[in-house]
């Protein structure tokens, strides 16, 4: 089965700094990689997909992440983190099934809280 | 306009009890989704419909039971409430025919059982 792994609960940044959210997967076949973020309170929001192509995917409130086949990751990165980036960071990968059909499976979530 | 929208926003009842949770869609998506998530925030699928028909049933008790009335619509019923159901619940949907498909979420619904 595929699976995806955030090693951190939690990563702080100051406000102006590059920051990343790292996520490792593990699937067979091709990857196809999701990142979501989750304001307090709030539903999940879609950031950016990595299907093929292009390792560097672009991404929503200027939010990028890197497809690196060979570490097997999708880490997410912006050049200079906003305190309004503040919120719970998930990673998501398309799991096929024997039935044919496919599901989403979520890491554990990183929140991300970026000091003024 | 509300893409994905879900009632009630709260729901705060006593062990034992029935209670359903209503999801609704107006981006036209052909498949819809129910996740739990619990206190420690993991997110885990339970069911997922397409056009109307149960496609992913993960191992979640039979106390739950959703319901797909059309494909704009999917309501999950819960049986004899207990306390370990306690968590957020959000509904999703997406195109599968595009096979990339992105998921949207509702706000969620926050289920309290004492």
């Known amino acids: 089965a595929q699976s995806v792994a955030q090693p951190e609960d939690q990563v702080n940044v100051a406000e102006g700094n590059p920051l990343t959210v790292k996520c490792t997967y593990s699937?067979?076949?091709?990857?196809?990689l999701f990142w979501y973020v989750q304001y307090p309170n709030r539903g999940l929001q879609f950031l950016l997909k990595?299907?093929?192509?292009?390792?560097l995917v672009k991404g929503s409130y200027g939010f990028e992440a890197e497809f690196n086949k060979s570490q097997t990751s999708f880490h997410l990165k912006k050049p200079s983190a906003l305190v309004s980036d503040s919120a719970l960071y998930f990673c998501?990968?398309?799991?096929?099934?024997?039935?044919?059909?496919?599901?989403?499976?979520f890491g554990t979530g990183t929140r991300l809280k970026v000091l003024a | 306009d509300t893409a994905v929208s879900q009632t009630p926003k709260y729901l705060v009842t006593q062990m034992g009890n029935d209670k359903s949770i209503k999801c609704e869609q107006n981006?036209?998506?052909?498949?819809m989704y129910w996740y739990k998530q619990d206190s420690k925030k993991f997110l885990k699928i339970m069911f997922s419909?397409?056009?109307?028909?149960?496609?992913i049933n993960e191992t979640v008790p039979n106390r739950f039971s959703p319901k797909s009335p059309d494909k704009a619509h999917l309501n999950l019923h819960i049986n004899s409430l207990e306390l370990g159901d306690s968590a957020v619940y959000f509904c999703?949907?997406?195109?599968?025919?595009?096979?990339?498909?992105?998921?949207?979420f509702g706000p969620g619904t926050r289920l309290t059982v004492l």
């Open positions: 999703a949907s997406s195109q599968r025919t595009t096979f990339t498909d992105t998921q949207y």
């Open positions: 699937v067979s076949g091709n990857p196809y």
């Open positions: 990595y299907i093929t192509g292009d390792n």
């Open positions: 998501a990968v398309r799991d096929i099934q024997t039935s044919g059909t496919y599901k989403y499976i």
């Open positions: 981006l036209g998506h052909d498949t």
């Open positions: 419909y397409n056009n109307k028909e149960l496609i």
